[in-house]
């Protein structure tokens, strides 16, 4: 994992009695789509008056592969935009922008990573069940600086089970990163499990 984001060692079983085999099911990686525009032209966007073109670009940015550091740049100073959907959009493009070799990250002083509160077991869906489906879904998170699960995205799809993984995660709570005692969003990964017993 990069840096940025958050290991977090949670892994959910759901437990329900079954005489029957079940299908252990691998996870199908889902990577984050390129941009929809050319990168600098979202880099640009970034200077925007309008917090909604921010916030937007931010988030396109996420899958850039070419410009990283003039997007990284860029993002910055968005950390501390007086809009929040643009912060959280930062810090999910941010968290995906990734470093050129030798290149140092800004330091971030005292870090307090996030902590989990409330974490919430998974349900399966009753076809998932019924087909005895069974496997882990990895799901990208960003904790909000509140923390509540701000956005979800399925990184590692077993499609019977996406739903119900999302649908857990987004009932999760946490003690948000702090940075510098600041609550900040930051990005993690969760791996959802689902087994039949």
Not at 125 to 131: E, K, V
Not at 139 to 149: D, N, Y
Request: glycine share 6%; charged share 20%; hydrophobic share 45%.
């Amino acid at each position: 994992m990069r840096a940025r984001v958050v290991g977090l060692s949670i892994v959910l079983a759901s437990s329900y009695a079954c005489a029957s085999a079940s299908k252990l099911t691998k996870a199908v990686e889902i990577p984050i789509p390129p941009p929809p525009v050319a990168t600098h032209l979202l880099i640009e966007a970034l200077a925007s008056q309008d917090p909604g073109v921010r916030a937007r670009s931010a988030w396109q940015l996420a899958g850039a592969r070419e410009l990283q550091a003039e997007a990284r740049q860029a993002l910055e100073p968005l950390r501390a935009d007086g809009e929040k959907a643009v912060r959280y959009a930062t810090a999910w493009a941010l968290g995906h922008l990734q470093r050129a070799p030798g290149e140092s990250k800004p330091d971030q002083g005292d870090t307090t990573p996030p902590k989990p509160v409330q974490i919430t077991r998974p349900q399966y869906s009753q076809a998932a069940f019924n087909a005895k489906v069974e496997g882990t879904v990895l799901i990208e998170l960003l904790i909000g600086e509140e923390g509540e699960v701000a956005h979800a995205e399925v990184r590692k799809s077993i499609p019977p089970l996406d739903a119900a993984a999302l649908a857990c995660v987004r009932q999760w709570t946490f003690q948000p990163q702090r940075v510098g005692g600041s609550a900040r969003a930051t990005l993690a990964h969760a791996p959802v499990a689902f087994r039949i017993y």
